[in-house]
Structure formats: structure tokens, C-alpha cells
């Protein structure tokens, strides 16, 4: 087999690979643009589209010292330059959410487990240089008992200076299978039936834990 044919065969190789990953962070990204609150950082998925993001770079490199057909370069770099768009975009998104919700996030272990390593960092950041600039522009300079970053005063019994995700959001979704009747409250009086491949404007509240599990799709 000659070199073109192996350079020709790893990239089919790597595009084919890559069109299951995109379709999968094309669902995190629609997911995470759609869900009010952070999700969780899928790191094995990030990871294999690196990789063959990586793959894509290395193989149209040797499709230029190969003097691969132009229409074939191109259609690779098609693929490549989507990928680099969505995981681009993926990340951006993740990234204003922690600026958004940056005092929540460093107060809440549960929702730092959901970042990846670099965006717990990113958060710790965040969080000290609001702080900093808060204190010496603004709280410094107010009188005792108004001078907290996350309380209006020192009668507030809870952190209400700190914005908090709306889960009460209407989103609208996507179900992957059957779920069967599914209580959209705590007491039951909001039952609805959940069909596969059917579409529907709910709380975000109600399905959380059908989008996390992975059974439910938000548009």
C-alpha cells in the first residue's frame, strides 16, 4: 500500500471517528447552551476530540507533502475547522457561566465537581479577583454590616447578594426513549407522559435529572 493510500485511510479513519464525537459535543453544546445552570464537563469526550482534532492537523500535513488532491484537503479541512468551531464554542460557553455565577460556584461543592481541572482554576481566579476588586472599589468604603460581597447586611440570613441559575426556566427538549409518565412536581398533580422523539416545553427544574442521566435532549 502506498503512503498515499495509508494518509488517505487515517484520515477516514479519524473522519469517521470524529462524525460520532461531533454529533455527541454538538448534543453537549446545544445542551449546555440551553440548560440555565452548569453541566457537567464531559472530560473523555473533550479528550477524544482533541485527539482527533490532533489526528485531522497531523494527517492534512501530510496530505500537503503527499500532494493529496485539493477537493480531498478540503473537505478534511472542512471537517477539522468544525470541529475546532464547536469544541470552541463548547468551552466559551462553560467559561461565562463560571464568570456569571462565580460566587455560587466557589461556594458550592457540587457544582466545582462539574468543571474540568483548568475550569476550577479558572473559577478559583475569578472568584479572589471579584473579591479584590469589590473590597477595595466599593466595600471598603461602605459602613459595618453592608460591607459583605455575598450579604446585603448583616440582618440577611442567607448569601442574597449572589446570583443564583433560574431553574424555573421553560426549556424546550427532546426525549431519546421512552420515559413514561414522569411527575413534574412534589406533590404529583403535574404528570406527563414522555414519548421518544417527542418534543415538549417543561421547567428546567422538572427533567434536571433526565438531562443529566442522558435521557432527555435540550434545544
Known amino acids: 500500500m502506498s503512503s498515499w493510500d495509508d494518509d488517505e485511510s487515517a484520515a477516514a479513519s479519524a473522519a469517521e471517528a470524529a462524525t460520532t464525537d461531533v454529533e455527541l459535543l454538538r448534543r453537549a453544546w446545544r445542551n449546555e447552551k440551553a440548560a440555565p445552570e452548569i453541566l457537567r464537563f464531559d472530560t473523555p469526550l473533550v479528550s477524544r476530540v482533541r485527539e482527533q482534532i490532533q489526528l485531522l492537523e497531523e494527517t492534512l500535513d501530510d496530505f500537503a507533502d503527499t500532494g493529496v488532491d485539493d477537493l480531498v484537503?478540503?473537505?478534511?479541512?472542512?471537517d477539522l475547522d468544525r470541529t475546532l468551531f464547536l469544541l470552541r464554542s463548547y468551552l466559551r460557553l462553560r467559561l461565562q457561566k463560571i464568570e456569571k455565577y462565580t460566587m455560587l460556584i466557589s461556594r458550592s461543592d457540587d457544582l466545582r465537581s462539574r468543571l474540568s481541572p483548568q475550569e476550577r482554576r479558572f473559577a478559583k481566579s475569578c472568584a479572589e479577583f471579584m473579591e479584590k476588586h469589590l473590597e477595595q472599589s466599593v466595600l471598603s468604603k461602605l459602613p459595618y454590616g453592608y460591607d459583605s460581597v455575598t450579604r446585603q447586611s448583616l440582618s440577611s440570613t442567607e448569601d442574597d447578594m449572589v446570583p443564583e441559575p433560574q431553574l424555573d426556566t421553560f426549556v424546550f427538549c427532546k426525549t431519546k426513549s421512552d420515559v413514561g409518565a414522569f411527575q413534574l412536581d412534589d406533590i404529583g398533580e403535574e404528570v406527563v407522559d414522555l414519548v421518544a422523539d417527542d418534543l415538549y416545553v417543561l421547567r428546567y427544574k422538572s427533567i434536571k435529572g433526565l438531562v443529566e442521566g442522558g435521557r432527555i435532549d435540550l434545544i
Open 73 to 78: 484537503v478540503s473537505l478534511y479541512q472542512m
